[in-house]
């Protein structure tokens, strides 16, 4: 099963109230955190809402 690696890239100052929900809900709080999650549709819908304060690499184990 893949992982994803995502880390936060940019500050959520002046962000909307779902998109800073959404990076808590990631377990992102400051900028450069990472956090690894499977692989679904739940997690690559979340990164969708917020792509432009993250960056995703994908891991094989």
Excluded: F
């Amino acid at each position: 099963m893949a992982k994803l690696k995502v880390t936060q890239t940019k500050s959520t100052i002046g962000c909307k109230k779902d998109q800073i929900a959404t990076m808590e809900a990631l377990g992102l709080r400051k900028i450069r955190s990472e956090k690894i999650h499977e692989d679904n549709p739940v997690i690559r819908g979340m990164i969708e809402k917020v792509k432009h304060l993250v960056s995703v690499e994908e891991i094989q184990e």
